[in-house]
């Protein structure tokens, strides 16, 4: 059992940054893999970016590389996603999701997540 509650959204222009948090309490020992995901209105939830726990190797989609940043803070159980040049496109609400099954980044990237955050909402004006 894991709980996640993500913190950070807000209102920013475009090509400005945000840093959003998720605070992982819970069962987290057996947690495999970590990520963000954002759903803009109208449209389906898609995968940002993903941490495997055990290595730190890190997966992000095409449309966020480069601009977004995912890391972790083992000691304070949280995981950060730093947003740099956003874009009005990159309005959504984002979401924190955890593993804790060996799926893998196939299955996770697909929305394979064992828990999730509420979300917390990124509005980006032009």
């Known amino acids: 059992q894991v709980q996640l509650v993500e913190s950070g959204g807000g209102v920013v222009q475009a090509g400005g940054s945000l840093r959003l948090s998720c605070a992982a309490s819970?069962?987290?020992?057996?947690?495999?893999?970590m990520g963000w995901f954002r759903q803009a209105p109208g449209k389906e939830r898609e995968f940002v970016v993903i941490?495997?726990?055990?290595?730190?190797?890190?997966d992000y989609a095409d449309s966020v590389k480069g601009r977004f940043t995912i890391s972790r803070d083992n000691a304070k159980n949280t995981v950060y996603l730093q947003m740099n040049s956003l874009k009005p496109e990159d309005t959504a609400v984002y979401y924190c999701?955890?593993?804790?099954?060996?799926?893998?980044?196939?299955?996770?990237?697909?929305?394979?997540?064992?828990?999730w955050g509420k979300g917390t909402l990124v509005t980006v004006s032009s």
């Open positions: 819970g069962r987290t020992f057996s947690t495999t893999g």
């Open positions: 999701a955890a593993a804790k099954n060996g799926l893998g980044l196939r299955a996770w990237r697909r929305g394979g997540m064992d828990y």
């Open positions: 941490i495997i726990w055990n290595s730190g190797s890190t």
